[in-house]
């Protein structure tokens, strides 16, 4: 039987970011110089692929501290940990090495800068998001307010409107974050905002490259777990972007051919923590089904790489 033809467009760029490289390595690295068990407070990178990898390897998830034995070491996640995690785990003289996206941090160093000069921090975020918790527990309570949407704008209840700055979780999509920041700035115009956007490189570039690709497909899916902010963001970008048919998908296993009946043609991109073996696994199972097609959509190119922290460089 003759597969029918399909084109498949592939976004670039796609999956891993410099951050989630960075977090990734960390782990494997203090499982090779302190061995088995390393725990790990919640999940490294929102991928249960990566996360199944690593623990196979001896690292331990759990989600708070208090799980966390005294003589391990203890790692935190790349979405960033509220002030008072380190602190608790220095009181109790624990080893641990803070995973913490880099672009995430120059965000917790922001909220702390303004808070110091006096101005209170509204925040633009998903609530109960681990990075989101992290940046809000950076201050103490009551000095970071949430706003998830343009209608929380209009009733959040600041202490002084011509002493606020604001910022915002890093995975957001660029497009409704823009009209958050604008009704912000209407409502209370001294307001401070960050010296270069928060929302990271990876986020921006990845959605970028969805915009360009929705108008040329049929259907698209994105490769990445249902807890990831960047990934969902994702699916939302193509749909707004004219892709009739934009899904989230784990695996290659999770593909609804059904609903993909017809077509000819397919996007593929994929979140910040999604490898990109699920990326092939995709791909391959299109060529299984169709006579594959495939051609880049590329918008930008990313060269950026994170060290990972001193500890982990100097040999045991």
């Excluded at 009551?142 to 606020?164: Q, S």
């Excluded at 700055?165 to 905002?193: C, M, Y």
Aim: with cysteine; aromatic share 6%.
């Amino acid at each position: 039987m003759t597969k029918q033809p399909l084109t498949l467009y592939l976004a670039a760029p796609r999956g891993f970011c410099a951050g989630v490289d960075r977090a990734i390595k960390i782990v494997e690295m203090a499982l090779e110089k302190w061995g088995a068990p390393v725990f790990v407070r919640h999940e490294i990178v929102h991928n249960k692929f990566v996360v199944d990898g690593l623990r196979d390897k001896g690292a331990v998830f759990v989600e708070t501290l208090d799980e966390c034995p005294d003589d391990r070491p203890v790692i935190f996640s790349a979405h960033g940990v509220p002030k008072a995690v380190p602190a608790a785990a220095a009181k109790r003289e624990m080893v641990y090495v803070d995973a913490t996206c880099p672009l995430v941090s120059k965000v917790h160093i922001e909220a702390q800068r303004h808070a110091d000069n006096g101005l209170q921090m509204i925040m633009i975020g998903h609530e109960g998001h681990p990075e989101t918790v992290g940046t809000m527990g950076q201050l103490p309570e009551g000095e970071v307010l949430l706003v998830e949407t343009v209608e929380d704008v209009a009733t959040v209840a600041v202490r002084d409107p011509a002493k606020l700055a604001f910022v915002t979780q890093t995975t957001l999509s660029v497009d409704d974050t823009i009209d958050i920041v604008a009704a912000l700035q209407t409502r209370f115009p001294s307001i401070v905002g960050p010296h270069k956007e928060d929302i990271c490189y990876a986020t921006t570039n990845r959605q970028e490259a969805v915009k360009a690709m929705a108008p040329k497909c049929d259907a698209m899916l994105v490769v990445g777990a249902p807890n990831s902010s960047n990934s969902k963001r994702l699916v939302e970008v193509g749909a707004r972007a004219g892709c009739n048919y934009a899904q989230l998908v784990q695996r290659a296993t999770d593909i609804d051919w059904r609903a993909l009946d017809g077509i000819t043609s397919m996007g593929i991109t994929a979140g910040a923590s999604a490898p990109e073996v699920l990326i092939n696994e995709v791909i391959d199972a299109f060529r299984n089904r169709y006579d594959v097609t495939v051609e880049m959509v590329e918008t930008a190119v990313e060269n950026v790489e994170f060290k990972v922290p001193r500890v982990l460089r100097e040999t045991a």
